[in-house]
T-cell receptor, first 116, second 115 residues
Framework: ETGVTQTPRHLVMGMTNKKSLKCEQHLGHNAMYWYKQSAKKPLELMFV???????ENNSVPSRFSPECPNSSHLFLHLHTLQPEDSALYLCASSQDPLGGRQETQYFGPGTRLLVL | DQQVKQNSPSLSVQEGRISILNCDYTNSMFDYFLWYKKYPAEGPTFLIS?????DKNEDGRFTVFLNKSAKHLSLHIVPSQPGDSAVYFC??????????????FGQGTTLQVKP
């Protein structure tokens, strides 16, 4: 059972479409993350938000646009994606990475994205 | 350049035996290490972690060993059960002036436990 939910679980989109992925955490955490997992590659960190502020953008193309309206919700807006962007997109949350403690991140189930 | 490596893409063991999954890292600034388990169509689930001030952490059937001098950690599962069949990811994080909770993941090892 996970305290992090993601919708939709599966998404198929064309290269000219605009869509959004949603993540919600029910753990009372202050940090949220977007990761990308492509086939046969390690999870790649995309974005980090601490207390609603973006603290990391891991050289992600501008066709991916994150939004964090509050500490419980995180969105990933997608537009003009490429077929190579097809992957599993995972959201995670943690308590407070700026608090100096060693942190564990908790993941949602992911959105399986296919770009045609 | 991959800072966290899991050199064995797959491992197969018999039910009841020990499973040993290995992970190597290159960054000496890493001070916190985690293992996650992932089933198909699900997100990674946190399994066990270890701080660099320890060399062993045990939780039920799962034990993680850390060898800082060799920059190596391993996950032992004993006894292995068929339900342990999954992909196991090693991850590491480190303190520093830009600590944002960033986790660096290995490529994963697929464990199959045969009945």
């Amino acid at each position: 059972e996970t305290g992090v939910t993601q919708t939709p679980r599966h998404l198929v989109m064309g290269m000219t479409n605009k869509k959004s992925l949603k993540c919600e955490q029910h753990l009372g955490h202050n940090a949220m993350y977007w990761y990308k997992q492509s086939a046969k590659k390690p999870l790649e960190l995309m974005f980090v938000y601490n207390f609603k502020e973006q603290t990391e953008n891991n050289s992600v193309p501008s066709r991916f646009s994150p939004e964090c309206p509050n500490s419980s919700h995180l969105f990933l807006h997608l537009h003009t994606l490429q077929p190579e962007d097809s992957a599993l997109y995972l959201c995670a949350s943690s308590q407070d990475p700026l608090g100096g403690r060693q942190e564990t991140q908790y993941f949602g189930p992911g959105t399986r994205l296919l770009v045609l | 350049d991959q800072q966290v490596k899991q050199n064995s893409p797959s491992l197969s063991v018999q039910e009841g035996r020990i499973s040993i999954l290995n992970c190597d890292y290159t960054n000496s600034m890493f001070d916190y290490f985690l293992w996650y388990k992932k089933y198909p169509a699900e997100g990674p689930t946190f399994l066990i972690s270890i701080s660099s001030i320890k060399d062993k952490n045990e939780d039920g059937r799962f034990t993680v060993f850390l060898n800082k001098s060799a920059k190596h950690l391993s996950l032992h599962i004993v006894p292995s059960q068929p339900g342990d069949s999954a992909v196991y990811f090693c991850a590491a994080s480190g303190r520093g002036s830009s600590n944002t909770g960033k986790l660096i993941f290995g490529q994963g090892t697929t464990l199959q436990v045969k009945p």
